[in-house]
């Protein structure tokens, strides 16, 4: 008998992806999936197929959830508020409120669930790890206001005031989140895994870094610099770049996520653990920059004036050694994901218009 796979979230970017893939694998898919604005500004997306089983529906609503759960085999939990806007709560009511609540339900209605995957974050770690010269490891918390407004980007050791040496961050690495979103991901990550096995649910979290690719909503302002630098250089506008350029990023495909759920859901290794999930290399923001740049044949520069933003991240690349030992190889190439994105982004309705408001975000 086909089994059925439940996708909160499902109407979104790495949902609707993991649903093809489950969809020629034979499965049933159905979506739970509020549809909510900003990321979808049209209802519901022409890119989903026909196959799926909608359900339009809240993760905090005991209904909505009870309903979509019933019958399911499997459930990829991947609905969340992901966003920069200071509401605070609302970070927590959807991301940790709406997990606890799914288990919630298993447990009281005895449901069957073989497997939960959970979608966590890279942004747990916050600034992740570093090593200073005397060979200590480091977890450091966000930089100051007052650093920031000097310019000094980078972490200095206190006890020599040298640079801190970003380093490849590990799933043991100590989580020091700094903002809503990644506490909130912490939050959910710990409801799930205590929960699962305290109740026998085979429950496994994948901590993404920056994910790419079609689909990904160019209104989620939480998506990173891809749709910055793209939005940017179809509209004939400069993006800024932050600070001096030099931040390292982790960004991985789209294919090789879903690639990821998949190998997980597929292996009983994989329960009740916790995965980075990310491309195994690294890229500057300024290097990123200048590989959108070439693959749009734009020679539009980007804007580098030490700009900065309170909160946001210096350094952060994922190990991806533990997945590895699963079988997990990422293979997609990073123009693959800016190609991909940009001949997709500029099929969306009213794509003039859009774009023209969006590059100058
Ligand atoms: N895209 C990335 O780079 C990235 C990186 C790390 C982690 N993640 C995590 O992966 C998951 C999927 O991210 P995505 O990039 O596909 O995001 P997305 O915004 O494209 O998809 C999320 C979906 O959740 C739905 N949703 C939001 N609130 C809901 C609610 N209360 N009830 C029901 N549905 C709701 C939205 O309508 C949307 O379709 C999220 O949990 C996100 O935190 C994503």
């Not at 998506?223 to 993006?239: D, E």
Request: proline share 4%.
């Amino acid at each position: 008998m086909k089994k059925t796979a439940l996708i909160t979230g499902g109407a979104g970017f790495i949902g609707s992806h993991t649903a093809d893939a489950l969809l020629k694998k034979g499965y049933n898919v159905r979506i739970l999936d509020a549809f909510t604005k900003p990321v979808h500004q049209y209802g519901i997306p022409g890119y989903l197929a026909n196959e799926i089983e909608v359900l339009r529906g809240d993760v905090r609503k005991r209904k909505n959830i009870y309903e979509a759960l019933k019958g399911a085999d499997v459930v990829f939990h991947f609905a969340a508020f992901q966003d920069y806007l200071p509401v605070f709560s609302r970070y927590f009511d959807v991301n940790a409120t709406g997990t606890a609540l799914l288990y919630e339900l298993i447990v009281k209605h005895n449901l069957p669930i073989q497997k939960l995957i959970l979608a966590s974050s890279q942004a747990v770690y916050g600034e992740g790890t570093y090593r200073c010269n005397n060979g200590h490891t480091v977890c450091p918390s966000q930089r100051s206001i007052k650093s920031l407004k000097k310019h000094q980007w980078d972490f200095v050791c206190p006890h020599d005031g040298l640079a801190l040496k970003p380093q490849w961050t590990n799933e043991e690495a100590k989580r020091v989140p700094h903002n809503s979103y990644g506490i909130s991901k912490v939050a959910q990550e710990s409801i799930a895994l205590n929960l699962g096995k305290r109740y026998s649910i085979p429950t496994v979290a994948l901590r993404y870094s920056i994910v790419q690719g079609p689909r990904q909503s160019p209104f989620n302002l939480y998506s990173g610099v891809l749709r910055v630098f793209v939005t940017h250089l179809l509209a004939g506008t400069s993006p800024t770049i932050y600070e001096d350029g030099k931040q390292l990023r982790d960004f991985i495909n789209i294919y090789d996520v879903v690639k990821a759920n998949i190998l997980v859901l597929e292996d009983a290794r994989a329960d009740y653990q916790i995965f980075n999930v990310g491309s195994g290399k690294t890229w500057t923001v300024r290097s990123f920059f200048d590989i959108v740049q070439k693959q749009l044949n734009s020679d539009i520069p980007p804007k580098i004036d030490k700009t900065f933003r309170v909160g946001d991240t210096r350094h952060i690349f994922s190990d991806i050694n533990k997945i590895k030992k699963l079988g997990f190889a990422p293979f997609r190439r990073i123009e693959e994901s800016i190609g991909e994105y940009a001949k997709w982004v500029q099929t969306l309705p009213h794509f003039d218009k859009l774009i023209t408001s969006l590059g100058k975000t």
